[in-house]
T-cell receptor, first 114, second 114 residues
């Protein structure tokens, strides 16, 4: 089944403790990205990747890191999480970056930083 | 910069009735794509429908149709014959021709009443 898999679904952590949210897609998609969803703000892009070893900042990259060592994987790293990073996070992928290419989303990771 | 506006934070509709969810957008690009996503209470993001800026006909997918008015920069989602399972959050989004970023609106919460 074609899908984007992200783990974990739920994560509670404390301020400053490094964490990684994994994301993997099995559709051979070139483009991958991370979003955070906050009430009233919709989804905002954190980072995106056009291909292996190519990553770039989105609208809200502060406090996050990503890597794209393999085409299928695009982990999100929070080196020193803070409470304002409490949010619902989505990984997404698409076959390309053209305007007719819809995003396919993972099921989301609900992160709480205390 | 691109921007999506959804002016209806919440909507109610009677089961079996049609409902229109509003979306207006702002962009200086000539070529772009418009998308609608559904987010049920379980949290996943489900792709519903796509409209290209140069498409002459409005997109339809089953009970979903997109009322695209390019001059007014609006891309309203019409759901016909509402069902209880349509109760969810709905997001309008757009992507430019070389779309590194997907821009999302704040969403509209639709509640279908029995």
């Amino acid at each position: 089944e074609a899908q984007v898999t992200q783990n974990p679904r739920y994560l509670i952590t404390v301020t400053g403790k490094k964490l990684t949210v994994t994301c993997s897609q099995n559709m051979n998609h070139e483009y991958m990205s991370w979003y955070r969803q906050d009430p009233g703000l919709g989804l905002r892009q954190i980072y995106y990747s056009m291909n292996v070893e190519v990553t770039d900042k989105g609208d809200v990259p502060e406090g996050y890191k990503v890597s794209r060592k393999e085409k299928r994987n695009f982990p999100l790293i929070l080196e020193s999480p803070s409470p304002n990073q409490t949010s619902l996070y989505f990984c997404a992928s698409s076959w390309g970056d053209l305007s007719n290419s819809p995003l396919h989303f993972g099921n989301g990771t609900r992160l709480t930083v205390t | 910069a691109q921007k999506i506006t959804q002016t209806q934070p919440g909507m109610f509709v009677q089961e079996k009735e049609a409902v229109t969810l509003d979306c207006t957008y702002d962009t200086s690009d000539q070529s772009y794509g418009l998308f609608w996503y559904k987010q049920p209470s379980s949290g996943e993001m489900i792709f519903l429908i796509y409209q290209g800026s140069y498409d002459e006909q409005n997109a339809t997918e089953g009970r979903y149709s997109l009322n695209f008015q390019k001059a007014r920069k609006s891309a309203n989602l019409v759901i016909s014959a509402s069902q209880l399972g349509d109760s969810a959050m709905y997001f309008c989004a757009m992507r430019a021709y070389y779309g590194q970023n997907f821009v999302f609106g704040p969403g509209t919460r639709l509640s279908v009443l029995p």
